[in-house]
Structure formats: structure tokens, C-alpha cells
């Protein structure tokens, strides 16, 4: 009969190990959480994950008003990186963030400003979020994707979307980058050329 | 504490320490001249902004051409959030990125988001370096580029003239640690 002490300490290190697996299983799920009734959550912990590259669409270039306005900063999970480097395209549960600011106080007709730097444009205010989520089943009919709004405007932004529809988003994705896994990697260096850092 | 209690503690000392991410910044690395080794791993840092300076509206050659994607790490961001200044041993680093080439005289790109600008190649790295005892001269800053052109970068850097860099920042930023924060929402909020 094994000693009570040497039983509850096996116990123990199973718990240890137990708790090890489930955290292990955790980072590997997608960063998408859905509501009971479709809706999704607003991701959390975006800002953690990999800067991918920010187009900048102002205003003022865009007849007083972009669709997405005015720069979008992208971005997507290390580990979600890493595959679509490997593999050309992006595993299940994948989510991209697209998050907005304004520009910071343009002084010329085109939005820009001088500052020490040079001219050009500067991140103002947090201005939104957008979201893709990869999943093939409950985004089949788009390509796989889901396309959510969380709101083009100031924080706080709201906190779940649901999915936007197809003439909104993901038409525009189906037209343009179908054959990109639904992602504009040409504007987003490292996706387009590799994180050669690392 | 029983024994086993404390077995069970180590246990659970251990696997925390075992699964908590990184934690405590790494800091710059000099090389035995001074000269600092090209900072590694920074793209997984937090990105805090990136102006943009394109080229067709300086004249053909902006100082720093054109995107400027600014990254810094979570536990300096934390303390400069708390603080309001950067603690020893801060590194940023900024990461340029042309535009992509567009048809209008700005040089802007139509795209199927909107007019605007777009990132293209990578195209250098600027860094600079909070060490008060070392960069004593320039407000406690040492600032290094590792070449404005795609990469490869160079891997390692000596420090920049003070008319290169630090000048600038000293005329305009010293009151805020030398850093631009007026570009930066994240240093301007304290949100996650």
C-alpha cells in the first residue's frame, strides 16, 4: 500500500500537469469568443500581439470622409503569423484586428501637418475596430471569414458585434483577395516578405 | 507548514514560473566600443503609433522615409503609463517602411479601402536607448540608426551625433523623456 503522503503528492503533480495541459490547450485556441447568439466579443489583448502595418486612408483625401477612417493598425497573433509564413495561409480561429485612429490635428487641405520630422501625418485619437475571424463552417458562404463592426469611433468601443454583412465587408475581400487568404498581405510587409528578424 | 503542503507549493511555485510569458525587459546590448547590437524580437513588442512621412510631400526625401512603426515593450510602456517617464535601460525602436508607389502627385495610393498610403518594403530602423550614466550629454538618451535602406540592417550601430538625433529632441521633447508622446495614443491613455 503506497504511503498516504507519497499518494496525495502524485495527486498533486497530476494537478500541477492537468492545469499545465488545459493553459497549454488555452493559447492554443482562437482569440474569437461568440456569443450564444452569434455575436462576438470584443478581442482583448490585441495590442499584445504583432503590428503588422497600418495603410492610412485620411479624410481629407477621401472626400471629408473614409470608409475606414483614417489609419488602421493590423493586428494578427504571433502564432498566426508564423503559420501563414510557413504555410501561405492562416489557420482556423485566426483573428485579425483592425483598429482605427484619426489623424492628429491636420493644419494642410490634404490632412498632413509639419512637425519636426518632416511632413506628413500623425496617429491622433483611438477611432474603432474592425474585425476577421477565420472560421471555415460558420463563415462558409464567405470564403471563411467573418467580418465584424465594433463601432468607428472613440473609445470605448462596443463590446460585441455582430456579423457585418456581405456587401459591407467581406464582398470587397471576395473581389480583391480571395487568392490571399482574404488578407491584403500586400500592404503588410512582414506577411509579404517575412519577419527576417527572427 | 506540513511538508506536504510545502511539496505542494513547490509544485505550484514551479509551474507558475514555468508557464508565466517573459517578464523583465532584456534591455539594450553594447558591444565592448559602445556600439549597440541590433535590437532582436521587437516586432513582438507594442506597437504605440506610426506617423508618416512621405516622401512626395518633402521634397522627394523625407529624414525618415516614410512609415515610421514605433515599438516599445509592454513592461516600459506599463511604467511610462504609471510614471510618466521612461525607466533605465528603455529601448525603442523605430521601423521604417516606404509607401507604396501611387498615382497621384502625393505620392498617395487609390485602394479599395480610400486614397491614403499604404506600406510597401521595410526600410530601416532607428533605436534609441534611456541610459543616464552613459548618455549623460543628451538628456539620458543614446540614439543609433542602423541604416535608413531594406534589409539586412546593420547589426550593430555606434551612437549618432548629437546634430543627427538628439538635438531635435532635446529642442522639442525634452520635457516629455525625449520621446514624441504627442504621436502615440497609447502614451497618451492609460488603456491596455
Not at chain 1, 118 to 131: A, H, I, L, P, S
Not at chain 2, 40 to 57: D, E, H, M, Q
Not at chain 2, 136 to 150: I, L, Q, R
Request: hydrophobic share 40%; proline share 6%; charged share 20%.
Amino acid at each position: 500500500m503506497m504511503p498516504k503522503y507519497l499518494f496525495s503528492l502524485i495527486a498533486g503533480v497530476g494537478v500541477v500537469a492537468t492545469s499545465w495541459f488545459v493553459l497549454a490547450a488555452q493559447t492554443q485556441q482562437s482569440a474569437a469568443v461568440f456569443n450564444p447568439d452569434g455575436t462576438m466579443q470584443l478581442p482583448t489583448g490585441f495590442r499584445k500581439w504583432v503590428f503588422v502595418g497600418a495603410p492610412l486612408t485620411p479624410n481629407a483625401l477621401n472626400n471629408g470622409k473614409a470608409n475606414f477612417p483614417e489609419y488602421h493598425h493590423v493586428y494578427i497573433e504571433q502564432r498566426n503569423v508564423d503559420a501563414y509564413l510557413k504555410t501561405g495561409e492562416f489557420p482556423e480561429g485566426t483573428v485579425i484586428v483592425k483598429e482605427l485612429t484619426r489623424v492628429l490635428n491636420p493644419t494642410f487641405p490634404d490632412g498632413s501637418r509639419t512637425e519636426p520630422s518632416g511632413r506628413g501625418y500623425f496617429n491622433g485619437e483611438y477611432n474603432g475596430m474592425d474585425v476577421t475571424v477565420k472560421d471555415s463552417k460558420r463563415f462558409a458562404a464567405t470564403n471563411g471569414w467573418g467580418f465584424f463592426n465594433f463601432g468607428h469611433h472613440p473609445l470605448p468601443y462596443a463590446e460585441s458585434a455582430k456579423e457585418a454583412s456581405v456587401a459591407e465587408c467581406a464582398g470587397c475581400h471576395i473581389a480583391y483577395v480571395a487568392k490571399t487568404d482574404m488578407t491584403w498581405v500586400q500592404f503588410y510587409p512582414i506577411l509579404r516578405d517575412g519577419d527576417k528578424t527572427k | 507548514m506540513t511538508y506536504l503542503a510545502r511539496i505542494t507549493l513547490g509544485l505550484l511555485v514551479m509551474a507558475a514560473t514555468a508557464v508565466s510569458p517573459q517578464s523583465g525587459s532584456k534591455g539594450p546590448v553594447f558591444a565592448k566600443d559602445g556600439s549597440l547590437v541590433l535590437p532582436a524580437g521587437f516586432r513582438s513588442w507594442v506597437f504605440i503609433g506610426g506617423p508618416i512621412t512621405p516622401n512626395k510631400l518633402n521634397d522627394g526625401t523625407a529624414p525618415f522615409p516614410e512609415f515610421h512603426s514605433v515599438y516599445i515593450e509592454r513592461e516600459n510602456l506599463r511604467y511610462y503609463q504609471k510614471n510618466g517617464k521612461f525607466p533605465e535601460g528603455t529601448v525603442m525602436v523605430k521601423e521604417l517602411a516606404l509607401a507604396q508607389v501611387g498615382e497621384h502627385p502625393d505620392g498617395s495610393l487609390d485602394s479599395a479601402s480610400g486614397r491614403g498610403y499604404f506600406p510597401s518594403t521595410l526600410n530601416g530602423l532607428d533605436v534609441m536607448v534611456k541610459d543616464s550614466k552613459r548618455f549623460a550629454g543628451t538628456n539620458d538618451w543614446g540614439f543609433f540608426t542602423f541604416g535608413h535602406h531594406a534589409e539586412p540592417y546593420e547589426t550593430v550601430a555606434k551612437e549618432s551625433s548629437i546634430s543627427q538625433c538628439a538635438y531635435c529632441h532635446i529642442a522639442s521633447v525634452a520635457k516629455t523623456d525625449m520621446v514624441w508622446v504627442q504621436y502615440y495614443p497609447l502614451l497618451k491613455t492609460k488603456i491596455d
